[in-house]
């Protein structure tokens, strides 16, 4: 299920690298890029396992959400490795950000902080903080490497390019930090999206395995990542009127600066966006949902199965348990709809819900 794991056998470069590390002020951060299937993951395992070796403390922060080693995808993950270890998901996640999303594309603010405060963290209890990153290196996929080192200001970036295929973005990277360029091991091998797919689909159902149903009572959250439950909710003949005129069932209803409808039956073209924000109802189920804390972090995740609207309540499937969820101040919305078998059921625009 894992791609990645522990290996001796790597090009010279790398323990080129060890030593540049060896001479780093500490705490420092070492934030890697590739191209998808690049070896970052098998580089992060490695560099790692020989710090930790020499009695180094070293935290791994994750934010390749789409293929993560740690615990649950759609998070940015924060993991201490205080003993040798062979794959970093053998590693127990500490701390999570909320994405939502198995892809960056429309949530490069949520990466960047969750990258962000997860490394500050990571500062804290260790040594080394070492950031593993999506393979997303082209097009956008670059600005959000530069924009996330703009932030993070590591001490270093380690670049691993087939030929001369980073050298702009590492270019673009010297501003921010000291950018260090490694070779890909020829014994990095390719996965199909099919592949990639079910290693995720694999990482869902294991998360999610021994879940339980837990009923939220949605008036005591800070509900985010929607414009539900926001302004006053409209009834009667305004409900019905809107019905009417747009052929529409609607479940629910509030009036903020315009309209916010859930509804079921015909589509939302041809509506103004401006005067009404439409939310299929389809989309709300199986939602991916994020249990955040006081701090603004993930507690964990959970899979929405349904919303009482009238009583204000939702079924959430959750491996939280109770004392858990007690924590939870927020619940975020995301943008993928998944099952617990892992199944993943489609991923929504932002600005869907
Ligand atoms: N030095 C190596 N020796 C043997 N196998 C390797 C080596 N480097 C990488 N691989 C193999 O190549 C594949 C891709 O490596 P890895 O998962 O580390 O890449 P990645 O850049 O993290 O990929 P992703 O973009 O999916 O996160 C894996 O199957 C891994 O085991
Ligand atoms: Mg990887």
Same mark, same amino acid.
């Given at each position: 299920?894992?791609?990645?794991?522990?290996?001796?056998?790597?090009?010279?470069?790398?323990?080129?690298? !060890?030593?540049?590390?060896?001479?780093?002020?500490?705490?420092?951060?070492?934030?890697?890029?590739?191209?998808?299937? /690049?070896?970052?993951?098998?580089?992060?395992?490695?560099?790692?396992?020989?710090?930790?070796?020499?009695? !180094?403390?070293?935290?791994?922060?994750?934010?390749?959400?789409?293929?993560?080693?740690?615990?649950?995808?759609?998070?940015?993950?924060?993991?201490?490795?205080?003993?040798?270890?062979?794959?970093?998901?053998? !590693? *127990?996640?500490?701390?999570?950000?909320?994405?939502?999303?198995?892809?960056?594309?429309?949530?490069?603010?949520?990466?960047?902080?969750?990258?962000?405060?997860?490394?500050?963290?990571?500062?804290?209890?260790?040594?080394?903080?070492?950031?593993?990153?999506?393979?997303?290196?082209?097009?956008?996929?670059?600005?959000?490497?530069?924009?996330?080192?703009?932030?993070?200001?590591?001490?270093?970036?380690?670049?691993?390019?087939?030929?001369?295929?980073?050298?702009?973005?590492?270019?673009?990277?010297?501003?921010? /930090?000291?950018?260090?360029? $490694?070779?890909?091991?020829?014994?990095?091998?390719?996965?199909?999206?099919?592949? *990639?797919?079910?290693?995720?689909?694999?990482?869902?159902?294991?998360?999610?395995?021994?879940?339980?149903?837990?009923?939220?009572?949605?008036?005591?959250?800070?509900?985010?990542?929607?414009?539900?439950?926001?302004?006053?909710?409209?009834?009667?003949?305004?409900?019905?009127?809107?019905?009417?005129?747009?052929?529409?069932?609607?479940?629910?209803?509030?009036?903020?600066?315009?309209?916010?409808?859930?509804?079921?039956?015909?589509?939302?073209?041809?509506?103004?966006?401006?005067?009404?924000?439409?939310?299929?109802?389809?989309?709300?189920?199986?939602?991916?949902?994020?249990?955040?804390?006081?701090?603004? $972090?993930?507690?964990? !995740?959970?899979?929405?199965?349904?919303?009482?609207?009238?009583?204000?309540?939702?079924?959430?499937?959750?491996?939280?348990?109770?004392?858990?969820?007690?924590?939870?101040?927020?619940?975020?919305?995301?943008?993928?709809?998944?099952?617990?078998?892992?199944?993943?059921?489609?991923?929504?625009?932002?600005?869907?819900?």
């Amino acid at each position: 299920m894992n791609k990645a794991k522990y290996t001796d056998d790597v090009p010279g470069d790398r323990r080129e690298l !060890l030593k540049i590390i060896g001479q780093l002020d500490r705490p420092a951060k070492i934030m890697v890029i590739g191209g998808t299937d /690049s070896g970052k993951t098998t580089l992060v395992t490695f560099l790692a396992n020989r710090l930790v070796s020499t009695g !180094l403390r070293v935290a791994l922060v994750d934010s390749d959400v789409g293929q993560k080693s740690l615990l649950p995808p759609a998070t940015v993950s924060l993991a201490l490795a205080e003993l040798p270890f062979e794959s970093p998901s053998e !590693l *127990r996640a500490l701390k999570h950000y909320f994405v939502g999303s198995i892809t960056p594309d429309a949530h490069f603010g949520e990466v960047i902080a969750g990258v962000k405060r997860l490394a500050e963290i990571g500062e804290r209890l260790a040594h080394f903080v070492i950031i593993d990153t999506t393979g997303y290196v082209e097009n956008a996929g670059e600005d959000l490497k530069r924009l996330k080192a703009e932030l993070l200001r590591p001490e270093l970036a380690v670049l691993l390019q087939k030929e001369n295929e980073l050298e702009e973005l590492g270019r673009s990277l010297e501003r921010f /930090s000291r950018v260090i360029f $490694l070779e890909v091991s020829e014994k990095a091998l390719e996965h199909s999206r099919s592949e *990639r797919r079910n290693i995720r689909k694999e990482k869902w159902r294991r998360y999610f395995e021994n879940a339980q149903e837990y009923t939220a009572d949605l008036t005591e959250y800070i509900l985010s990542g929607t414009r539900m439950f926001h302004g006053e909710e409209i009834k009667g003949e305004e409900r019905e009127l809107l019905e009417k005129l747009h052929g529409w069932l609607i479940f629910a209803g509030w009036r903020n600066r315009g309209y916010t409808v859930v509804k079921a039956g015909d589509g939302c073209r041809g509506v103004d966006r401006r005067l009404i924000h439409c939310i299929d109802i389809e989309n709300l189920s199986n939602l991916l949902v994020g249990f955040i804390d006081r701090d603004g $972090l993930c507690i964990g !995740l959970g899979i929405l199965k349904l919303i009482n609207f009238r009583e204000k309540k939702a079924e959430i499937l959750t491996p939280l348990r109770q004392e858990e969820l007690g924590k939870a101040v927020e619940i975020r919305f995301g943008r993928i709809r998944v099952r617990e078998d892992g199944e993943e059921l489609g991923l929504l625009r932002r600005n869907a819900l």
